[in-house]
């Protein structure tokens, strides 16, 4: 069992969403503060107002692409703006915790005009237009529209976009001006602080953690159509080897973790540098070398993440002291560090890259042996693979998810 408090999880998971924005860190939690409010006005019960929070944290968890990211941001409405909120949707109902939000995902971005013609729970009908609005209202202050602007845009798509109800309450509760101080960053920083301490940690099985770990493994994988299916089969493989060397039981399960969640900073990096098919410019390269510090920050802010987070960062470490983002050396890197690092190199070979086609596994052999005589790698893991070669390329070469989003377009 996992001790954590759930709460926590779903703003650190909004954290990395919000990355995807690059120079944007709030806008999914401004959408849950603002949902919050309106949902309070409405006469919402506890409950149901905490989960439209959680609903606005992850809302745009079917953006993994930051030129999706600016549609959001820089339009009203286009067209596609469906696709994301499909992908969401999906992904949230392989999810125990989040299946609930998955409807309210999948519709926020119907207009009030198409949505109150379809055969759904009014209650869902409502939330997902709430979400609609706050997210709308947020985008528009992104773009430096006033207040006088914002609320005009609102009442210009009265019973259009939006429930009439809905703009007529939004006009009021956003009358004071602290409803606007609240949306700076640190005032949103206080508000969700104040809702996660309300909820204490409790215990989850490892099954639990893992299909939310699953799930952003497929928002991070979904970034490039190189890096599809990249996490999950790094744990695959790091899962592999560590049962050959004998881990334990948990020191699996936390591997395991880690794997699935060791490229979350990605997210932050520009997708023209993920897609780049020449080498990278020295700035393109201290944005990559950032992504797995990114990684730690954002898993570091779970408290029952601690030891996770740590892992997830060391993946680009090397035995020789040479790697990032700490420089570790091979006296501060332990078996599971050194399974993950192998893994992950041994997966991204495997792949196709922008800048080179999929490699075969003499080949990478071949390269993983040249590391070795580096002192980069652990040479004993390394006598594993080779021992169980054709099993272990399989491994990284799998090409299908187990929680596979087949539909929707990202």
Not at 160 to 181: A, G, R, T, Y
Not at 373 to 392: G, M, Q, R, S, T
Request: aromatic share 8%.
């Amino acid at each position: 069992m996992y001790k954590v408090n759930l709460r926590q999880v779903s703003y650190a998971l909004s954290e990395a969403l919000d990355f995807v924005g690059v120079d944007d860190l709030y806008h999914g939690k401004r959408v849950a503060f603002m949902s919050s409010v309106v949902a309070q006005k409405l006469g919402y019960s506890l409950e149901r107002v905490d989960d439209i929070i959680t609903a606005g944290m992850l809302h745009d968890c079917g953006v993994s692409r930051i030129d999706i990211h600016q549609n959001l941001i820089n339009e009203l409405d286009w067209e596609g703006s469906q696709k994301h909120c499909h992908r969401g949707a999906l992904l949230l109902k392989d999810v125990t915790f989040y299946k609930k939000y998955s409807d309210t995902i999948l519709y926020h971005h119907t207009h009030w005009s198409d949505l109150e013609l379809l055969d759904i729970d009014e209650k869902i009908k409502i939330d997902a237009n709430i979400i609609l609005l706050t997210d709308r209202v947020d985008a528009l202050r992104a773009r430096g529209k006033s207040k006088k602007e914002i609320l005009s845009t609102l009442e210009e798509q009265k019973s259009k976009m939006f429930h009439p109800n809905l703009v007529d309450i939004f006009q009021e509760i956003s009358s004071p001006d602290s409803f606007w101080f609240y949306l700076e960053d640190i005032n949103i920083e206080f508000f969700l602080h104040a809702w996660i301490v309300k909820e204490s940690e409790k215990e989850y099985k490892f099954a639990n953690l893992k299909e939310i770990a699953f799930m952003f493994s497929n928002i991070v994988d979904a970034k490039s159509s190189f890096t599809s299916e990249h996490s999950l089969n790094v744990s695959k493989v790091a899962v592999y080897l560590a049962k050959k060397v004998g881990l334990t039981k948990r020191q699996i399960e936390i591997l395991e973790l880690a794997a699935l969640l060791h490229d979350l900073g990605k997210l932050r990096v520009d997708d023209t540098i993920l897609d780049k098919k020449g080498p990278l410019l020295e700035d393109d390269v201290r944005v990559m070398h950032r992504h797995s510090f990114d990684s730690e920050m954002i898993l570091n802010k779970i408290d029952g993440f601690k030891e996770i987070a740590l892992l997830a960062s060391l993946h680009h470490e090397s035995l020789d002291g040479t790697g990032y983002p700490y420089q570790k050396t091979a006296e501060e890197l332990g078996m599971d560090a050194r399974i993950l690092i192998l893994s992950d190199i041994f997966q991204a070979l495997v792949q196709n890259r922008p800048y080179r086609k999929q490699l075969n596994a003499q080949k990478i052999i071949e390269i993983l042996k040249e590391m070795k005589e580096a002192h980069k790698i652990d040479e004993n893991i390394l006598k594993i693979i080779e021992d169980n070669i054709e099993e272990v390329y399989n491994l990284a070469n799998q090409n299908r998810y187990e929680y596979r989003i087949e539909d929707a377009e990202i």
